[in-house]
């Protein structure tokens, strides 16, 4: 059957992981980094979803970009007996990054990509050259973020449920931004079409703690955004990043929710470059 999102190329890790992702080549001179994109978490999420706008802007700049679908996400394996922990989710991106031999990379993280990134960064510093962090997870205990109005709604109804409609979907995704003209019809339908291959494992052992504690051994360079109307993640996230970690700036943007990276995706792509230039060219 056709899919609605592009299907790239499939490593098998181990017996139970088969990990989907889009591989780009950078244009013109190719001087830049190479990037790997993790995306959030929630219903229908993948990292196309959640990236697409981003790509072309970052390639053309010069940079190599690698999209990839977290464990229970995308076209990625969905164990149904797997805990989704930190561990568990930094255990196949390094996976994945060994496959495609990539010794150094910056890591740009949403959400719970956000916490993968830094969870991997910390476990790995050799490996990570810089982190671009969009409203990242991982920076407050996990009551904090069950208060929240959009972990609320999406816990609601489990995956898989009769009761999740794709008006439920889209109500849940209208949630993601500020002003809800993001929330296409062709979105909701790409996120609808991923949907139906979830289970409800991955929301209900998910398992993230709170890194602020570690955030001060991170050195490599870190870029942040935060929207102020952020129904998942807590506007204070942002504080903590800039109050801890050794090397970072952090933009925080009004009438925005937790999708930067979509709603002023020229912003953000054109951050993310300047930033990325001047790691490099110092």
Known sequence: MATLLPEGNHVQLDDTMSVHYLDFPAEGAADGQTIVMIHGSGPGASGWSNFKQNVAPLTAAGHRVVIYDQPGYGFTSKPTDAIYDLDYFCK??????????????????NSLGGAVAIGFALANPERVSSLILMAAGGL?????YFRTDGIQAMVKYPMGSPEFTRDVLQQL?????HDPVHITDALIDERWEILQQQNSQVLVSMSIPNLCDRLGELQCPILGFWGTEDKFCPVSGAEH??????NVEVNVRSRC????????????NRQ?????RRERHG
Do not use: P, Q
């Not at 407050?140 to 904090?144: L, P, S, T």
């Not at 990043?241 to 050794?246: G, K, S």
């Not at 929710?257 to 953000?268: N, S, T």
């Not at 993310?272 to 990325?276: K, Y």
């Open 173 to 177: 995704l209208k949630l993601l931004v």
């Open 92 to 109: 196949y991106l390094g996976g994945l990054l060994d496959h495609l031999t990539i010794k150094n990379c910056c890591l740009v993280g």
């Open 140 to 144: 407050e205990e996990r009551e904090v």
């Open 272 to 276: 993310s470059i300047d930033f990325l």
């Open 241 to 246: 990043l800039y109050r801890n970690c050794a």
């Open 257 to 268: 929710g937790h999708w930067v990276m979509v709603e002023y995706a020229d912003d953000f």
